[in-house]
């Protein structure tokens, strides 16, 4: 079916399309403390989505040292990937179905994502859902990173789409506050934490899955 520009669902990847933010937590936390460095859970939380630009000084706030992002990365990286190749990659309940529904509907799809775009296509594949997106768009390619505006912004303009009249599918408060901050009509389908009162000002709905989500877009056309 030919894609209709004007109905566009923009997805966060981690956390919304694939059930992977809970194993960033895990190997965020192992690698910091492997390192030396006391990373809790509930801070960790608020590091979800954060854009490259945002990150080093965030964790010179919580550790003291200037490096440790770079430290803490590089580390979680080389603990994490081994086991992310030795699994099933894991995908968040009725995804397919969602994206099914609203592709059949000639909604164009695509991902604003925190990830690398390799890794981004990488995972994707593996899921089986790489077909179902018409663009796929990394942080990476832009000035700053969530919660900044850039990269909603940047996915608008490349689909052709003004941001008010795209819907941005997010899990974290990073990513609802950069698809906020672009004009885009957020949907939050949380995933390690619930939204608070302050987030719920720059949400749409709330969505207890990708498939209630998507039922609710249909219903707005």
């Not at 919304?16 to 937590?25: A, C, M, P, S, V």
Request: glycine share 6%; net charge negative.
């Amino acid at each position: 079916m030919e894609r209709d520009y004007n109905k566009t669902v923009i997805f966060d990847m981690d956390g919304t399309i694939l059930d992977t933010e809970k194993y960033y937590q895990k190997y965020w936390i192992m690698a910091a403390e492997e390192l030396g460095y006391k990373i809790t859970k509930e801070q960790y939380l608020g590091l979800r989505s954060l854009g490259h630009s945002f990150a080093p000084a965030r964790f010179e706030e919580l550790t003291g040292d200037p490096d440790a992002y770079v430290k803490i990365r590089t580390r979680r990286k080389e603990m994490m990937e081994p086991f992310m190749n030795s699994i099933e990659m894991p995908v968040k309940p009725f995804v397919k179905e969602a994206l099914k529904k609203l592709g059949d509907e000639g909604f164009t799809l695509a991902i604003a994502t925190a990830s690398s775009k390799a890794l981004t296509e990488e995972y994707l594949t593996r899921a089986g859902l790489v077909g179902y997106f018409d663009e796929l768009i990394s942080a990476r390619m832009v000035k700053e990173g969530k919660p900044s505006p850039d990269v909603y912004l940047y996915a608008c303009e490349a689909l052709n789409v003004l941001p008010e009249n795209a819907f941005a599918v997010e899990d974290a408060p990073n990513g609802v506050l950069s698809a906020s901050r672009a004009g885009c009509r957020v949907i939050m389908v949380p995933d390690l934490t619930e939204p608070d009162e302050e987030l719920m000002k720059h949400i749409e709905f709330r969505a207890d899955n990708i498939l209630k989500a998507a039922e609710y877009i249909l219903g707005e056309y």
